[in-house]
């Protein structure tokens, strides 16, 4: 296609050779051989809209990231397969059910939460959820957005998750080293003070007493 800059500003199309031939504004020639079809671009501007939509949808759909939409009472309206896989569902199987019936009940809550403020607020949030399947579990970050209608109505929800699950591996690792003794296996110097400093407050509040046994 000519580029929409040099639109009107080179000459008429004239055909040649039952090829077509357009002259750009630069003098340049571009000729279609003849028989040989120019292949559909779902993504031209203004033309197919159809195409266009199927385009960016199959985006989303083939996504490495789990990208899914949310109505406000907490209905799910998309989720592309990434999500559905995620959860060990098809993907017919989760639209149009509510999280409820997707994740247990703390997990659903925690996602309800964030799905409601950002319809409140219209902000965005971030949040750090679970999935377990079995026995596996996996860590996502995911951040929530308000989709505004022309007059700033939210009418959905967008979400995009990234799998921290290897960052998590790492943190809890981190926090066992600095918590633990390595060589016996048990709560070291710095641990063992926080939490008897705990245990001195909470006897405080309470009135009563308690003793510290060590060996």
Request: charged residues 25%.
């Amino acid at each position: 296609p000519v580029p929409a800059g040099n639109a009107g500003h080179g000459k008429d199309l004239s055909e040649k050779g039952g090829g077509t031939c357009r002259k750009t504004g630069h003098g340049r020639s571009i000729t279609q051989a003849p028989g040989r079809a120019r292949p559909a671009l779902p993504y031209y501007t203004g033309r197919h809209m159809a195409n266009e939509s199927d385009f960016y949808r199959q985006i989303l759909d083939e996504s490495s990231d789990p990208i899914f939409s949310f109505y406000p009472d907490g209905t799910y309206r998309y989720v592309n397969k990434a999500f559905a896989i995620g959860v060990n569902r098809p993907v017919t199987e989760i639209i149009n059910r509510r999280v409820w019936d997707i994740f247990p009940k703390d997990e659903a809550d925690k996602r309800y939460a964030a799905v409601k403020q950002a319809f409140e607020t219209r902000q965005d949030r971030t949040i750090e959820v679970k999935v377990e399947v079995g026995e596996k579990v996996t860590w996502f970050l995911t951040t929530v957005r308000p989709i505004l209608d022309p007059d700033g109505v939210p009418t959905a929800v967008v979400c995009v998750s990234k799998n921290i699950t290897d960052r998590k591996l790492a943190e809890d690792k981190l926090q066992y080293y600095a918590t633990t003794d390595e060589l016996t296996g048990v709560a070291n110097r710095r641990t063992g003070l926080a939490i008897m400093q705990k245990v001195l407050e909470l006897s405080r509040r309470n009135g009563g007493s308690c003793g510290l046994v060590y060996a």
